[in-house]
C-alpha cells in the first residue's frame, strides 16, 4: 500500500483552510484563487498584510520627532513661565497702617514694592472679627520709576472691619 503525505484516517479538522483561508496542499501556491478563497476573500475581505518595510523603519523615527517637538513645547513653555514669574517673585506688600472710618468703610495705607516699569494689580481684603470677608477691591497700579510705592486705598465694607489683608498682588 503506497503511502501518501496525509495519515489514512482524517478528520474535519484536516479538511478545513487555515486561518488565512489556505486548505493546506503543499502543492499549492499562497496566493492561488480557489473558489473557498475566493468566497472567504468576497466575504471578508483579504488577510492580514505586512506593512511595508519603509512602513516599518518610519514608525520609530515619527515617535522620536513626536516625542521631541513635545519636549520642546514643554521646555519653552516652562521657560515663558519663568520669565513671566521673575517679574512676580520680586512683589512685597505690606499694610503699613488702616482705619475704619465708618461701619461700612476701611482705609488703609500700603507699601508695595515691584520692579520698575512693571504695571501692578492687586486684590485688597477686609475681613471682621470672626474672620469673614466683609470687604474686596482690586487695585491698578501704572509703571513706575520707583520700586516701592506708598498707596491709600479705601474699602467699602459689608460690616464693620477689624483687619485689612492685600490677598494676592500680580502683574496684569
Keep these: 500500500m503506497p503511502r501518501s503525505g496525509r495519515s489514512p484516517v482524517t478528520s474535519a ?20 484563487v480557489t473558489p473557498e478563497r475566493a468566497l472567504l ?40 513661565g519663568q520669565a513671566q514669574q521673575g517679574a512676580d517673585s520680586t512683589i512685597e506688600t505690606r499694610v503699613t497702617a488702616f482705619r475704619v472710618p465708618a461701619d461700612n468703610l476701611a482705609e488703609a495705607d500700603l507699601s508695595i514694592s515691584v520692579q520698575t516699569g512693571y504695571d501692578l494689580a492687586c486684590a485688597i481684603e477686609v475681613q ?13 497700579l501704572d509703571a513706575s520709576e520707583q520700586r516701592t510705592r506708598p498707596v491709600t486705598v479705601q474699602v467699602r465694607t459689608t460690616q464693620p472691619a477689624d483687619t485689612v489683608l492685600v490677598n494676592r498682588c500680580w502683574i496684569p
Design 13 to 32: 479538522v484536516d479538511e478545513r483552510p487555515d486561518r488565512f483561508g489556505r486548505d493546506g496542499d503543499e502543492g499549492e501556491p499562497d496566493d492561488a
Design 41 to 80: 476573500v468576497a466575504r471578508y475581505g483579504r488577510g492580514p498584510r505586512r506593512a511595508p518595510d519603509r512602513a516599518r523603519r518610519q514608525w520609530p523615527i515619527v515617535s522620536v520627532a513626536v516625542v521631541a517637538v513635545l519636549t520642546a513645547a514643554t521646555v519653552a513653555f516652562w521657560g515663558l
Design 128 to 140: 471682621n472679627p470672626q474672620h469673614l470677608i466683609v470687604g474686596w477691591r482690586i487695585i491698578e
